[in-house]
């Protein structure tokens, strides 16, 4: 594959939560208008409708032809000129049946021949990736202050301190801008807006659910953290109502300590010493251990 940078926008978890909130009772079916529309847009006949129960599945994988061109940016509005990359966007079915689907935006790479591809997933929780991390953080554009225009931005996928205090109020005007919309093959099915940059829907019933099914589950938390402190943290774990198992112990790597560990019943918290909000960028060391046990599914030693 011609490879390049990708972004899942969480944005489309917005459209999730969107979808579940108004499905009930309602009738608001935005899915169905959207593969109705998707289907519009294809040239090949596409009879998802019909086979749809049949074909339903956790991960829904539909027919594929068509969708590559269909999304397709021609280009965004107020994007400079001169550019050497395609761009796509759309959405992804993922459930059918339960009406969820994922929007993502795709930057092919300037230099495509042999870059690796990488998907991109903002936390939040619930801030979009799109809004957030590629025209906020390190996506190939930049929303001016007029919030209409676009600037490329040379430091695509480095990280950049120091943001424009003014960028949430930019991004947040040009992703509202119906046309901008329109060049994105976004929001088809006329999703209650305005857009916003981050989802105020809580994952903790996610984390929830994640936690019954017996996958491991860490949350890590820098202890120096001014974005998210370890308080805020600790704050929604209570929410979740789950019994300590195994108390706050502190943990060791390289005959320091990393930082402080609580296990609770299929959750585990780890608090890692020394770290801001970016964990491996400011302790990589300690980041690495605490992964090498996630991985070994012991708590950190
Ligand atoms: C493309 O990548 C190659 C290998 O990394 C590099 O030598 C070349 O200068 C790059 N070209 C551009 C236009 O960035
Ligand atoms: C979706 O489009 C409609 C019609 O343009 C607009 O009123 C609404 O705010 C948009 N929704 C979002 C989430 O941007
Ligand atoms: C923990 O996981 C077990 C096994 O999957 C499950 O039975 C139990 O309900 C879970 N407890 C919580 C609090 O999620």
């Known amino acids: 594959m011609k490879s390049a940078l990708i972004v899942f926008s969480l944005t489309l978890i917005c459209l999730v939560s969107f979808v579940q909130c108004y499905c009930g009772g309602k009738k608001y079916d935005p899915l169905a208008k959207f593969l109705k529309v998707q289907n ?7 009879l998802i409708n019909e ?12 027919p594929q032809e068509g969708l590559k061109e269909a999304d397709k940016i021609l280009a965004l ?11 796509y966007s759309g959405y992804v079915t993922v459930d059918p049946k339960v009406g969820r689907a994922l929007f ?8 495509s021949s ?3 591809l990488v998907l991109w997933l903002n936390g939040g929780p619930g801030c979009s990736s799109l809004g957030a991390g590629a025209l906020a953080e ?3 554009f930049r929303v001016n202050r007029d919030g209409k225009t676009l600037w ?5 996928w480095n990280k950049i301190l120091g943001y424009d205090p003014c960028w949430n109020d930019n991004v947040f005007s040009y992703l509202n801008n119906p046309e901008v919309q329109k060049s994105l093959h976004a929001n088809v099915t006329g999703i209650p807006g305005p857009w916003d940059i981050c989802n105020p829907n809580t994952v903790l019933p996610t984390i929830k659910r994640l936690m019954a099914s017996g996958i491991s589950i860490w949350i890590y938390s820098g202890d120096t953290d001014a974005i998210i402190p370890i308080t805020t943290t600790m704050f929604d774990i209570k929410k979740l109502r789950v019994s300590v198992t195994t108390p706050w112990y502190p943990w060791y790597t390289q005959d320091e300590v990393g930082g402080y560990v ?17 964990v491996p960028s400011t302790q990589p060391a300690r980041a690495l251990a605490l992964f090498s046990s996630f991985l070994d599914g012991k708590l950190p030693p």
């Open 40 to 46: 519009l847009q294809q040239s090949e006949n596409y």
């Open 51 to 62: 086979d749809l129960e049949k074909q339903y599945s956790t991960v829904y994988i539909g």
């Open 77 to 87: 509005p107020g994007q400079p000129k001169g550019l050497n990359f395609y761009q």
């Open 104 to 111: 993502y935006y795709f930057a092919e790479s300037e230099n």
């Open 114 to 116: 042999s870059k690796p």
């Open 138 to 140: 390190l996506g190939p």
């Open 152 to 156: 490329h931005n040379e430091r695509a």
């Open 262 to 278: 609580v296990g609770y019943e299929n959750l585990t918290f780890v608090t890692i010493r020394g770290a801001g909000h970016m």
